[in-house]
Structure formats: structure tokens, C-alpha cells
């Protein structure tokens, strides 16, 4: 039903910054929470950043401090400022939405994030 996209993936020398977007096709209004994972080559889809419908912000250990999660509810829209940028973020970037607890989370197609010099 919901449809996400996500945008301003690309590449980009460590230290860098980038914002990525995700507009969802309805309103997401009173979801349960959405954000972004991400996966990297051989590894497993982790959690980056989550907000709930409270505005309870969630970050993975590995990049408290650098990224910060967003979102417009006018717009449907949710951000992830990446700032800092190591090797190690190089990774797809995966938005969700979850919008009930009894359903599973939509998924966009994701965006390349890529960390090199």
C-alpha cells in the first residue's frame, strides 16, 4: 500500500556530509515509527535511525553523534543528516515505515551511500 522512495544517496570522501529523503506515496501519520537501516556488502541489514510517533529518537552506537533523523509530516517526508562520514558507512540506505504493531514494515528500494577517497 505504502509506497517509500528514498533520495541524496551518492558518493562522498570521508569527513563529508549527505542528506538522504524518503517521501512516503500517503500520509504516515500516527506510524508507529520509521527511519532508515542500511546493509553493507556481506554484512546484515542494521538499524541506523529510528523516530517514533512520540518522538522518541533511536541511533545505532556507531553513528550517534554524526547522523541526525527528521521528518515533515506536512510533507510525508523523513531525513537522514549524515555527517562525519567514514568507510564504514558505505552501505544501501533503507527507509522504513512501520504503521501498525500487527503489520510489517514498508520498505523503499534504498539508496547507495558509497565513503571513499
Known amino acids: 500500500q505504502v509506497r517509500l522512495v528514498e533520495s541524496g544517496g551518492g558518493l562522498v570522501q570521508p569527513g563529508g556530509s549527505l542528506r538522504l529523503s524518503c517521501v512516503a506515496s500517503e500520509s504516515i501519520f500516527g506510524m508507529v515509527s520509521m527511519g532508515w537501516y542500511r546493509q553493507a556488502p556481506g554484512k546484515q541489514r542494521e538499524l541506523v535511525a529510528s523516530?517514533?510517533?512520540?518522538?522518541?529518537?533511536n541511533y545505532a552506537d556507531s553513528v550517534k553523534g554524526r547522523f541526525a533523523i527528521s521528518r515533515d509530516n506536512a510533507k510525508n517526508m523523513v531525513y537522514l543528516q549524515m555527517n562525519s562520514l567514514k568507510p564504514e558507512d558505505t552501505a544501501v540506505y533503507y527507509c522504513?515505515?512501520?504503521?501498525?504493531?500487527?503489520?510489517?514494515?514498508?520498505w523503499g528500494q534504498g539508496t547507495q551511500v558509497t565513503v571513499s577517497s
Open positions: 523516530i517514533s510517533a512520540g518522538s522518541q529518537l
Open positions: 522504513y515505515v512501520l504503521i501498525r504493531l500487527d503489520q510489517s514494515p514498508f
